[in-house]
């Protein structure tokens, strides 16, 4: 089903994500689920096993982990440990420890569920594929690249950008 978050409106679409991306071990899948929110290339499984989640720092990713036997295995420029169980505070030591300057033009540009980027979508074509309230409610949509979902501006995303003002001040 169709959930009401995340909403891009042209915005972003050249493809080109925010310069740093991310790997969130299977302790992180709130923290993630942020990343991708302020627009952040940020793959996440909980089912993914230590060798193939280090092997994500050959990528080019920051590997966040909870898990401290890590630590050692990858350089520390892609290796950053998370100590808190708060994603909020996560979050926080994430922007404030690599220096990120999250650009509010690259927010809700990501999937929440499978990290694809959005498009936007005309309202015909999701018909089917919303409810009926919503389609008759809402103008504007998008949809996944990769899994389909499709996203449309209910109350979350109001909530979602005064929680992120709140904690990022952007």
């Not at 942020?34 to 920051?62: C, I, Q």
């Not at 404030?96 to 979508?121: A, H, K, Y």
């Not at 899994?147 to 950008?161: E, F, T, V």
Request: net charge positive; proline share 6%.
């Amino acid at each position: 089903m169709a959930r009401s978050f995340p909403l891009t409106l042209d915005k972003n679409t050249s493809g080109l994500p925010p310069s740093m991306k991310f790997s969130a071990d299977r302790m992180l899948g709130r923290l993630a689920r942020w990343l991708r929110l302020l627009g952040y290339d940020t793959l996440y499984s909980n089912t993914l096993a230590n060798d193939k989640f280090l092997a994500m720092a050959d990528e080019g990713r920051v590997l966040l982990s909870r898990n401290t036997s890590l630590a050692g295995k990858v350089k520390p420029d892609n290796f950053l440990f998370i100590k808190d169980n708060d994603p909020k505070v996560q979050l926080r030591q994430v922007v404030d420890l690599l220096g990120l300057r999250p650009d509010p033009d690259n927010f809700f540009t990501r999937c929440t569920l499978c990290n694809g980027p959005l498009e936007t979508v005309q309202r015909e074509d999701v018909y089917e594929s919303v409810p009926d309230y919503v389609w008759t409610v809402h103008d504007h949509f998008s949809r996944c690249r990769d899994c389909g979902k499709i996203y449309w501006p209910g109350s979350h995303l109001a909530r979602s950008r005064k929680e992120i003002r709140s904690l990022l001040g952007v």
